[in-house]
């Protein structure tokens, strides 16, 4: 049997950075949460003298990436993207998923794009960019 979870009931939540930690509140109506984009770079250490032939690497730095959001269009969830891009400071988020573990992956970003899409027939949306900064972190929620 698997152990998949839906993505039903999942939440994408932000800090109100009043105290450390802060109060988290979810954002509404978010459809679709892509990311953090995790990737790691590494530094070349070849030298003629190298095992084998082959190239050689060492560790380097991580880069948390970025972070969309796919969200309808709400005055409260607009006002809020709009003062966190607006902010010189880095914002706490969480995606907080709907499983047994109540499993939270936690994350400092800026809003670095945030584009309305209205279109004919169809609900005004945003497509919200974050670039992440410092670590990605995974834990039980409460």
Same mark, same amino acid.
């Given at each position: 049997?698997?152990?998949?979870?839906? =993505?039903? %009931?999942?939440a994408f939540q932000r800090s109100d950075g009043?105290?450390? /930690? !802060?109060?988290?509140?979810?954002?509404a109506e978010i459809n679709s949460i892509t990311g953090p984009g995790m990737t790691r770079n590494f530094i070349e250490v070849t030298s003629l003298? =190298?095992? %084998?032939?082959?190239?050689?690497?060492?560790?380097?730095?991580?880069? /948390? !990436?970025?972070?969309?959001?796919?969200?309808?269009?709400?005055?409260?969830?607009?006002?809020?993207?709009?003062?966190?891009?607006?902010?010189?400071d880095s914002v706490d988020y969480k995606i907080v998923f709907a499983d047994d573990n109540n499993t939270e992956v936690s994350f400092a970003a800026f809003v670095t794009d945030l584009p309305l899409s209205v279109t004919v027939e169809d609900k005004v949306t945003l497509d919200i960019t974050m670039k992440v900064t410092g670590q990605v972190t995974v834990d039980s929620g409460s």
């Amino acid at each position: 049997m698997s152990n998949a979870i839906a =993505s039903v %009931g999942t939440a994408f939540q932000r800090s109100d950075g009043a105290s450390a /930690g !802060g109060t988290y509140s979810a954002i509404a109506e978010i459809n679709s949460i892509t990311g953090p984009g995790m990737t790691r770079n590494f530094i070349e250490v070849t030298s003629l003298d =190298s095992t %084998g032939g082959y190239r050689e690497f060492i560790g380097g730095f991580r880069d /948390g !990436g970025d972070v969309t959001l796919n969200m309808n269009f709400t005055r409260a969830g607009y006002d809020a993207m709009i003062d966190d891009y607006e902010s010189a400071d880095s914002v706490d988020y969480k995606i907080v998923f709907a499983d047994d573990n109540n499993t939270e992956v936690s994350f400092a970003a800026f809003v670095t794009d945030l584009p309305l899409s209205v279109t004919v027939e169809d609900k005004v949306t945003l497509d919200i960019t974050m670039k992440v900064t410092g670590q990605v972190t995974v834990d039980s929620g409460s």
